[in-house]
């Protein structure tokens, strides 16, 4: 998402205009749609960018490997120095700082790159498809949210002993019911 930034940066420290985000954007898993409000205010030195976005990215779940989608919560506050002067066009030097982001020599203002590192570090390092995945079975790789495998008692997940119990007593109810017609 690009951002003409020319008459702000003419503008006094301080103002402040309102953007509305809604863009697909190529994230560490493919594109997403990235949506929410950015502020950007002029500083003293460039444009300030503050807001919160969110979107969604396609991670495999460290328990069972199944892909799902992530929900991300984006709080972008980042300055932007000009590279050049808005009335002259005299080039600027950026601070010296690492990584900081720049405003190009058309006054534009590249969200896109922001967004792409603030999603990169909001991603879980070990994410999981919900709080209480179950996992796979260390024996045949069956994915244990589906139900139980199987493999031996002893190699089930002791999660699922207290479920087969209830699909066995609700099986013998079933039977007793056929048995009744
Ligand atoms: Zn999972
Ligand atoms: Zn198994």
């Known amino acids: 998402m690009r951002i003409n930034v020319s008459q702000q940066l003419k503008a006094s420290m301080g103002s402040i205009r309102e953007y509305e985000v809604s863009e697909i954007v190529n994230l560490a898993s493919g594109r997403s749609m990235v949506q929410g409000e950015v502020g950007l205010m002029r500083t003293d030195r460039g444009i300030l960018v503050r807001g919160t976005l969110r979107t969604d990215v396609e991670v495999t779940c460290s328990r069972c490997l199944s892909l799902f989608s992530c929900p991300l919560t984006l709080n972008i506050e980042e300055e932007y120095f000009p590279i050049a002067d808005v009335a002259s066009g005299a080039?600027?030097?950026?601070?010296?700082?690492?990584?900081?982001?720049?405003?190009?020599?058309?006054?534009?203002?590249?969200?896109?790159?922001?967004?792409?590192?603030?999603?990169?570090?909001t991603i879980p390092m070990k994410p999981l498809c919900r709080g209480d995945c179950a996992g796979l079975c260390s024996d045949c790789g069956h994915n244990l949210n589906q139900g139980p495998c199987h493999c031996s008692p002893q190699g089930r997940d002791p999660r699922w002993s207290e479920l087969s119990k209830l699909t066995l007593a609700r099986d013998a109810v079933v039977n007793e019911q056929k048995g009744i017609e």
């Open 91 to 121: 080039v600027l030097l950026a601070p010296e700082e690492p990584g900081c982001f720049t405003i190009d020599e058309h006054h534009v203002i590249d969200l896109t790159e922001v967004i792409r590192q603030y999603a990169l570090l």
